[in-house]
């Protein structure tokens, strides 16, 4: 089993950049599929980003795909979302999750472990 708990967001103007935190206890998150989700009021929360940390793989959805990074550092077992160039349509809640190894990661069913989340908000 391991614990997510997010940070890093804020509020910040359109063009700038934050970069999230997922503090990853309880196991290392290089056993598992690590992704990003968010959430914006009145939205389905949707797939941002993704990784397998041993192979290098990551995913990324097209909209944010050129300005957000996903990476880790296993020697603090953290995860982060660089993201960069960032617009108002950013704006939602992001959560950190953790799911198998063998799953696509790019669907919220692939993850059986969610942070609590942290609000971006992007100011036009």
């Known amino acids: 089993q391991v614990q997510l708990v997010e940070s890093g967001g804020g509020l910040v103007q359109a063009g700038g950049s934050l970069r999230l935190s997922c503090a990853a206890s309880g196991r290392p998150f290089s056993r598992y599929g690590m992704g990003w989700f968010r959430q914006a009021p009145g939205k389905e929360r949707e797939f941002v980003a993704a990784m397998r940390w041993r192979s290098g793989y990551t995913v990324y959805a097209d909209s944010v795909k050129g300005r957000f990074t996903i990476s880790g550092d296993d020697a603090k077992n953290t995860v982060y979302l660089q993201m960069n160039s960032l617009r108002p349509e950013d704006t939602a809640v992001y959560y950190c999750?953790?799911?198998?190894?063998?799953?696509?990661?790019?669907?919220?069913?692939?993850?059986?472990?969610w942070g609590q989340g942290t609000q971006v908000t992007v100011s036009s």
């Open positions: 999750a953790a799911g198998g190894l063998d799953r696509t990661l790019t669907s919220r069913d692939d993850y059986g472990y």
